[in-house]
């Protein structure tokens, strides 16, 4: 607390101030462990509003859907939303019963999808049905390819709701997640068409391509609500919500794990709400991105003020995640309150040198993790796939505190920085970790702060222990 009245008169003088952190100090690293960057959360969650919608039902077997999982419900799904539309708004309803569903539904503005308890619309594997082509942003770059599963674009007040499931009917690998079998070509094409910045209404897959569509995908949409629904076997990343404000997502259930099924991946978006949900996936439980290198830059769009609460993590890989895509800039997230039940690591930033932007302000506190593979806490700044280049990501200002894991196969914290851009003002508190193989593996970090953590029943020092550079890295997977 001493620092403190000398770091605010270094802030109003600039020169001083850059001085003060050659030295290796920040105004960050000290406001760390002061409480009011939670009292912040609260703005956020002031501005979070789910959208209300007019008392008015269009049910969806009105129109002409008949259950049984057989005839195609999509033509009437689209009628019923489009005359909700035309009334002004309301709920389009699902009845109990499974509905197939031969390509992407197009939510419009003041509608809520709502699937009633015992209801399911189960998605057709043909990706000729998803067509024409949208645009959408696939791993983090723009694209026009075929439509998602369900998509909106630049539609006010769109929800989907209530206790039934959507299916993506990729169970076994099937369905349109066999794209995924031919998918590369594809997908490299993409990768440069971005670094190029090749402009976005050249960059046209879908059919005769493999890039498969995402899951639930508003893209550039304000108010949005995704409350209650189950969501399973997910051709790519489940609910993934792009260049949007105002979202919420609550009491969800993820149970999605065909290949790289993430759950949530609020990309760009803006005042975000993340409560309450279960996450069984295939791959990162909830990663928060903001598009990939070259791309991302020219979009300029950062994901900001996000709050994850009430949640527990259940998948394959890492609990709750930012990145790898953050070249657009990530900031302004809180995580309390939640669980990570497995996976190889419970909090885990990650970026690599082509990405650029920055990871900056996150705040996690009671987080319970169960046993881990690689890491209780993770930052890595070589993430898998990079290209060559040297744009290096900025992760400062992060606070973790009152967390316990109860084991790692491997290690209690792993810090692995950019050569050009460490790792910046951590502080550290209340953590209990172990048993664990290895303590802590850390390269590349400025102004770390460590209180009260202990790992393996040991109380760490102040300052993170450096590895070694002669210590190769542990050969861990990302």
Known sequence: MLFHPIMRHLIRNRTLALAFVALGLSAAGFSADTNDRWARMDGILARVKAPVFPARDFTITNYGAKAGGVANARPAIMA??????????????????????????????NVNLHLSEGATIKFGGDPRDYMPVVLTRWEGIRVYNYSPLIYARGRKNIAITGRGTLDGGCEGRGGLYKLAGKQNADRDALWKMGAAKVPVEKRVFGEGHYLRPG??????CENVLIEGVTVTNMPFWCVHPMFCKNVTIDGIR?????????????????????QNCYFKTGDDSIAIKSGRDQDAWEANRPAENVVIRHCIANGKLYGFAIGSEVSGGVRNVYIEDCEVRGGRAGIYAKSNPDRGGFVENVSVRRVKIARVNEAAIRFEGYYHGHRGENHPTRFSDFLIEDVTCEASNNYGIYIHGQEDAPVEDVLMRNIKIGPVKKPFWIHNIKNARLENVIINGEKAPATPPLTPQNEQKFNIKD
């Open 80 to 109: 019923a939303i489009d005359a909700c539309a035309k009334a002004g708004g309301g709920r389009v309803v699902v009845p109990s019963g499974e509905f197939l569903c031969n390509g992407g539904i197009h939510l419009q503005g």
């Open 215 to 220: 899951g639930i995908e508003p893209y550039e």
């Open 254 to 274: 993820v149970e999605s794990s065909v290949g790289n099924n993430d759950g949530a991946d609020p990309d760009s978006c803006v005042d975000v709400l993340i």
